[in-house]
């Protein structure tokens, strides 16, 4: 278990700093227009979407002694490790320069990620039959995601106050993290890996492939759900810190320590989820997570900006106008990261079932489908969120003096980034909810307590 939740911690630290850190990185250290930024994202995102039938069709391919998914794994290390830390670096030159050299490190970084994350992720469904030890497995995956991306925040929070160059290092540490991680995961899974269920070869067209989809009845309901679970976070992962010092005006050096109250509590909310989900059900504990990430949300709404005038060395000094609004927006962020760790968990621990019901079973397959569709819904919503923080007039910061700048923003994009913190990501999980209704449950919780 210790072996396979390391395989996740290299993409969990490069999905948590791009996730919260890239937009505000582009439109700060970089210095590009924020519609830039957001076509940035998007290519980044599809282009992780588009290589992942791909991958996973190469990776169902692959026969070695070592299984399908490992060869992948261990020969995108070294290029994950380089091109996270490649990623933060500003080049010389002037929009269209800087606007290339972003295009090719996003799609050579997002390369490599497939080709640890998505092997990787078919192994849940390999390594074992049941129910109860895949959602383990899957416990074990998003807990060392967590507390890797925890690792990332952390590392961000101290070095981003010193702006350009605290981004550049903050690569070349989470970097060389990413590459060893997924190396020690490699060699402890290896004799399990070998042993594990190959999938059957496929060589469809795409219309048979999209034929099967449609078929599956359960993969379409897991599908909505993770579409609409992972657009929702990740809409308030990329607003987070203009959130925070844009909306809030919480000042950036203590705007990057709040983001990790969330990953902390997503991290306690994993392991009782998981908990939860092998002795009541995984869709019960879907509908309590949810609900309290909704409450979050939805408590974000109406939150007050600050007097401006706090600081960490004056916190509890001020007056109590501004401790009640820190107080409010650390249980906003308590309530969204410990429901929202429920799209980490049972979105992944409901795939195996769908995978199951298709007689061939190709893993693979599923899986890059999964993530592909996810992707490109991802990449669409983040142009579209981007172009209209342009359209409503957001400016960005003529320097950056650390990990994002503060500049009075016109209401209206005000109101955007709200909106996306808030009111848009409530209303995607309550639609994700409905569609859960009515799930064959395989009963996870009966078979664990006869394990």
Known sequence: MVAYGLGDAGTGIAAAQLGFYLLPFLTCAAALPVWIGGVLL??????????DPLIGWLSDHTDTRWGPRLPWMFFSALPLGVSLGAIWWVPPGGVTEKTAYYIFMVIL???AYTGVNLPYAALSTELT????IRT?????????SILASLTGLVTASILTSEGTNGYLAMGRITGTIATVATLVCCWGIAPFAKKARRPKKHSEPVFQQLKRILQNNLFLKVLGLYLLLWCGLQLMQSVALFYLVQVIRVPANLSTWL???FQISALIGLQIWSLLSNRQGRVKSLYLGGGLWIAGCL??????????QVDLSNLMSNNWSDIFTMLTLLVSIALSGFGASTAYLIPWSLLPDAIDADPDRPAGFYTAWMVLIQKILVALSMWTVTSLLWLTGYRSAPECTGALTFLEQPTSAQITIRLCMGLIPAILVTVGLLIMRHWPDKKAHLQAANL
């Not at 998007?42 to 290589?51: A, E």
């Not at 383990?136 to 060392?144: E, I, Q, V, W």
């Open 299 to 308: 408590l974000a709404m109406f939150i007050p900006p600050l007097s401006g």
């Open 136 to 144: 383990r497995l899957n416990a074990a995956r998003f807990t060392g």
């Open 42 to 51: 998007m290519v980044t995102k599809l282009w992780d979407g588009f290589n």
């Open 259 to 261: 983001l990790i109250p």
């Open 129 to 132: 039959p049941k129910t109860s």
């Open 109 to 111: 970084l997002m390369t």
